[in-house]
C-alpha cells in the first residue's frame, strides 16, 4: 500500500496507509485527520483540499488546467509545490510520500 505522511502546521506528523488508487484527500478525510476539508468531494472546485508536496513530486503528473486554476483560489498561499490532495492518487504499492498541510483552507 502506498503511505502518506501528513505534516501539520503545529509540526506534527501521521503517517497513514492508503489503498491503491485512493487520494490523498480522501485519505485524510477516511482517517479523520485535521486541516483537510474536501468540500466539494474531488471536483476540483473548491480549493479546501490544498496541500504541499514535500517530495516524490515525479510520482505524479503536473496539475490540470482545472487544478491550476483552483490553486490560485486556495486560502493559503500558493507555492511552487502546491497541488490539490483531492488530485494526487498515488498507485504504487510502495509508494510514499509527504504532504504538508496548510494553517487555513477557508
Ligand atoms: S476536494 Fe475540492 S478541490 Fe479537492
Redesign the pocket.
Known sequence: MPTVTYVFDDGSKQTVELPVAMSV?RGALANQLPGIV????????????HVYLDRSTEMFAPPTDDEDE?LEWTAAPRAGNSR????LVPTQPGAELVVRVPDKQV
Open positions: 484527500m474536501g468540500e466539494c468531494g474531488g471536483s476540483t472546485t473548491c480549493g479546501t483540499c483552483m490539490l490532495s483531492c488530485q
